[in-house]
């Protein structure tokens, strides 16, 4: 997608113009928007808008709360559908910038202050990162104008099945207060709502170098029941199921992203040694009273918004028969 150029929407602050000291992280020019108060630990506050407005936002802008692998796919597929448009991605610290700008992703910090607000916004980000979930999803929610979409990628842990047994949209959430876990994202969920804005709980996340049955595989021996069933679904599926909630421009909805074809961790690690794909041998599971798992389906997901994942299951994203 090539390096992304200067536009008017821009200033650039380099080392020439403020000290090394000041900003030890800038090692080239990192655009920072007209309308922004950056903030840092040299309290340095640029602001450009008293000479020439507010940074024009343009109607298919988008902003990505994580720009991590979901939300980088994210912004790929929203530049095919909408070319020439400008995304922009928060992040919590400086180390991926460049990469971002490579991919034409402006980013910048969480701790910007600004009250420039976008037509579309997505929240990508982990729990995991941050002490405040629903507080963050709170911020990116007042960064929304309103007009787009404001769109979670959940999780669907929240689902209140751990017997093996069928699940899809319409299953009842976990209680609050039974576990931690799935109290932060059902907080989260319920401030996404607040604000009119779509969850999508999506299935376990995975690429041929990352999710469960890599973990699993570099492991060797994993201490966990084998007949635990789990569900799957491609970080490209993920990424295109988030652009066609974002299109619909929908308003407090919950969605489930799965690709319809549980299976068990056994059978996912047959898969993996089937395909011939991997360098290591997994030695097997040893666990025998971990919970059991859920069979997800998200047949009126589908439907409703006439979306189809690329990889339909884990066995042909492989290229191999089930």
């Not at 009842?172 to 799935?182: F, H, L």
Request: aromatic content about 10%; hydrophobic content about 35%.
């Amino acid at each position: 997608m090539g390096t992304i150029s200067c536009v008017s929407n821009f200033i650039f602050l380099s080392k020439n113009s403020i000290s090394s000291s000041s900003l030890p992280f800038f090692k080239k020019p990192i655009p920072i928007f007209q309308s922004f108060n950056f903030s840092s630990s040299s309290s340095l506050q640029v602001s450009a808008s008293s000479t020439s407005g507010k940074a024009m936002v343009g109607e298919n802008d988008l902003l990505i709360v994580g720009p991590g692998v979901l939300g980088r796919l994210v912004a790929e597929k929203w530049r095919e559908e909408h070319p020439g448009c400008q995304i922009y991605g928060q992040t919590v610290t400086t180390d991926h910038h460049n990469e971002l700008i490579s991919l034409g992703i402006n980013p910048f910090l969480k701790e910007t202050k600004t009250d420039q607000k976008f037509p579309y916004v997505i929240f990508c980000a982990p729990p995991s990162k941050t002490p405040d979930y629903a507080g963050d999803i709170r911020l990116a929610a007042l960064s929304w104008n309103g007009e787009g979409s404001f769109v979670f990628t959940s999780s669907s842990a929240p689902y209140d099945c751990n017997d093996n047994g069928p699940c899809d949209e319409d299953t009842p959430t976990v209680p609050i207060g039974r576990s931690p876990r799935t109290d932060t994202l059902l907080k989260a969920e319920k401030v996404v709502l607040e604000f009119d804005g779509c969850v999508v709980r999506l299935a376990g996340l995975y690429k041929m170098d990352r999710g469960a049955h890599f973990y699993w595989l570099h492991k060797g021996t994993v201490d966990a029941r084998p007949d635990h069933i789990l569900n799957l679904i491609h970080y490209e599926d993920a990424a295109s199921l988030s652009v066609t909630i974002l299109k619909k421009k929908l308003r407090g909805r919950i969605f489930l992203g799965c690709d319809n074809h549980p299976l068990s961790r056994q059978e996912v690690m047959d898969l993996v040694d089937k395909s011939g794909k991997f360098d290591k041998k997994f030695q097997g599971f040893t666990g025998t009273s971990d919970p059991l798992g859920k069979k997800l389906n998200n047949s009126n997901t589908r439907k409703e918004l006439g979306w189809e994942p690329k990889y339909p299951s884990f066995a042909h994203f492989l290229g191999v028969s089930e």
